[in-house]
């Protein structure tokens, strides 16, 4: 497969149309807006059940960004000389597999080492926010595993993409707003309808017999505002929570603060009244990161992160850090030598009452445009498979 990382495009778009893909003319031309895990399962398990009944496919991936989607890892060195390094990760810290279908899924993925097993040994921190009081819970056990991508979170997105075959990504691409125009032939009894896509520069990134959208909740929306898509109203029903991430590292094992020093957790849920920390990772206790630098990532509660999601990110960090500071109680010698704080404005979703688990992608039949995402379902990397298997149930049955 064709990963395009040059978004460097003529005036006529003449360059993004030599590297769009040249099908044959029997195969299903399916366009998939955003290379998050949604969209990268999405092509994935089309690729599986198109082989399966013997026919042609041509998938093209749009990704406004380089990377893949809301599965993040940060690096970060302490100064140009070092060969050590910080790691984050900073997204998704880890994903559980409760359905057999997703278990079976992930079995190939465990057995060559793309993703393993996290047993993390976990803790609360209770008490007041001046005397926390932290007291270690158990282990994740192998009855309900969560599992990391090693060697970090975006591997498994990245090996997702390397899999692919039938399917073209195009980073930095950012998919504009469709319109009523963009679909054609849709009231042809005869024939199918037929989508033509254009980035936000105004080149043709080709014409498409299903348009998948796995954007973000609010990106959807803003992608099917100005059509006649049948399911809009629907796309507005759930209600996505903002998520901050504070990054701390430290040089070395021994100027962590002792709380980490001699912490046996590697994950901490914090249950402080009042406290705007949610949950505390220490990085380098999990599998494979050993090699990493003391790096810890605190994300913010959900409830707390939206109630400061306009709020000016260093303002933020601040107040984020006081509490962690707090918590880990750290001095001038023992302070992190490095800190980074990341707004996500789509981290989860709140539940509503409408949601029906069978019933997480907007289907228009008419136009061939289907419309999921997590966020769609109960916003994890569960949702992700899920809303996969739905696209297919969608095009390929
Ligand atoms: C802080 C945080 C913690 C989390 N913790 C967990 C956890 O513990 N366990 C768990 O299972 N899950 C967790 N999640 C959720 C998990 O990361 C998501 O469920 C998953 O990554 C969502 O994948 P997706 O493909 O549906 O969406 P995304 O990853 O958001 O992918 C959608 C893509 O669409 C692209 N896009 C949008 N608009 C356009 C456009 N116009 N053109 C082209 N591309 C576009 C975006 O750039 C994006 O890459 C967490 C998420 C966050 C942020």
Request: charged share 20%.
């Given at each position: 497969m064709t990963?395009?990382?040059?978004?460097?495009?003529?005036?006529?778009?003449?360059?993004?149309d030599?590297n769009l893909a040249t099908p044959s003319a029997a195969a299903t031309k399916i366009a998939i807006?955003?290379?998050?895990?949604?969209g990268l399962?999405s092509a994935h398990l089309l690729e599986q059940a198109f082989a399966n009944c013997g026919q042609a496919l041509d998938i093209s991936i749009?990704?406004?960004?380089?990377?893949?989607?809301?599965?993040?890892?940060?690096?970060?060195?302490?100064?140009?000389?070092?060969?050590?390094?910080?790691?984050?990760?900073?997204?998704?810290?880890?994903?559980?597999?409760?359905?057999?279908?997703?278990?079976?899924?992930?079995?190939?993925?465990?057995?060559?080492?793309?993703?393993?097993?996290?047993?993390?040994?976990?803790?609360?921190?209770?008490?007041?926010?001046?005397?926390?009081?932290?007291?270690?819970?158990?282990?994740?056990?192998?009855?309900?595993?969560?599992?990391?991508?090693?060697?970090?979170?975006?591997?498994?997105?990245?090996?997702?993409?390397?899999e692919l075959k039938h399917t073209k990504l195009y980073?930095?691409?950012?998919?504009?707003?469709?319109?009523?125009?963009?679909?054609?032939n849709?009231?042809?009894?005869?024939t199918a309808a037929q989508t033509t896509l254009?980035?936000?520069?105004?080149?043709?990134l080709g014409r498409f017999d299903w348009v998948v959208?796995?954007?973000?909740?609010?990106?959807?929306?803003?992608?099917?505002?100005?059509?006649?898509?049948?399911?809009?109203?629907?796309?507005?029903?759930?209600?996505?929570?903002?998520?901050?991430?504070?990054?701390?590292?430290?040089?070395?094992?021994?100027?962590?603060?002792?709380?980490?020093?001699?912490?046996?957790?590697?994950?901490?849920?914090?249950?402080?009244?009042?406290?705007?920390?949610?949950?505390?990772?220490?990085?380098?206790?999990?599998?494979?990161?050993?090699?990493?630098?003391?790096?810890?990532?605190?994300?913010?509660?959900?409830?707390?992160?939206?109630?400061?999601?306009?709020?000016?990110?260093?303002?933020?960090?601040?107040?984020?850090?006081?509490?962690?500071?707090?918590?880990?109680?750290?001095?001038?010698?023992?302070?992190?030598?490095?800190?980074?704080?990341?707004?996500?404005?789509?981290?989860?979703?709140?539940?509503?009452?409408?949601?029906?688990?069978?019933?997480?992608?907007?289907?228009?039949?008419?136009?061939q445009?289907l419309?999921?995402?997590?966020?769609?379902?109960?916003?994890?990397?569960?949702?992700?498979?899920?809303?996969a298997?739905?696209v297919v149930e969608a095009i390929a049955t």
């Amino acid at each position: 497969m064709t990963i395009n990382y040059d978004t460097s495009v003529g005036a006529d778009g003449s360059a993004h149309d030599s590297n769009l893909a040249t099908p044959s003319a029997a195969a299903t031309k399916i366009a998939i807006i955003g290379a998050g895990m949604t969209g990268l399962m999405s092509a994935h398990l089309l690729e599986q059940a198109f082989a399966n009944c013997g026919q042609a496919l041509d998938i093209s991936i749009f990704e406004k960004s380089a990377g893949v989607g809301r599965l993040a890892t940060r690096y970060r060195n302490p100064d140009l000389h070092s060969e050590q390094q910080w790691q984050f990760d900073f997204g998704a810290q880890f994903f559980t597999a409760k359905s057999e279908a997703f278990q079976a899924y992930l079995q190939p993925w465990l057995k060559q080492g793309v993703i393993e097993c996290w047993l993390a040994t976990t803790a609360t921190a209770n008490g007041s926010q001046s005397k926390p009081d932290i007291e270690l819970t158990g282990h994740w056990g192998n009855e309900q595993p969560r599992y990391i991508s090693s060697p970090k979170m975006t591997s498994f997105g990245r090996a997702l993409a390397a899999e692919l075959k039938h399917t073209k990504l195009y980073y930095k691409t950012r998919v504009a707003p469709l319109s009523s125009d963009n679909s054609v032939n849709q009231n042809s009894p005869d024939t199918a309808a037929q989508t033509t896509l254009w980035d936000d520069k105004g080149n043709e990134l080709g014409r498409f017999d299903w348009v998948v959208c796995t954007a973000p909740q609010a990106q959807a929306i803003e992608l099917f505002e100005q059509t006649d898509f049948a399911l809009l109203d629907n796309l507005k029903l759930p209600k996505m929570l903002a998520c901050y991430s504070l990054m701390l590292g430290w040089e070395q094992e021994s100027t962590l603060p002792s709380a980490l020093k001699k912490a046996q957790w590697e994950v901490l849920e914090v249950k402080q009244m009042n406290s705007p920390l949610g949950l505390i990772f220490i990085e380098h206790h999990k599998p494979g990161r050993e090699a990493i630098l003391p790096s810890v990532t605190i994300h913010a509660s959900n409830d707390w992160s939206e109630s400061k999601v306009e709020e000016a990110i260093e303002e933020v960090q601040q107040q984020l850090l006081q509490a962690a500071q707090q918590l880990l109680s750290w001095e001038h010698t023992t302070a992190p030598q490095w800190i980074d704080c990341h707004r996500w404005r789509y981290a989860a979703t709140a539940q509503i009452e409408s949601y029906n688990p069978s019933q997480i992608s907007y289907v228009d039949n008419s136009k061939q445009w289907l419309v999921t995402g997590d966020w769609c379902d109960e916003g994890r990397i569960e949702s992700c498979f899920k809303a996969a298997a739905q696209v297919v149930e969608a095009i390929a049955t």
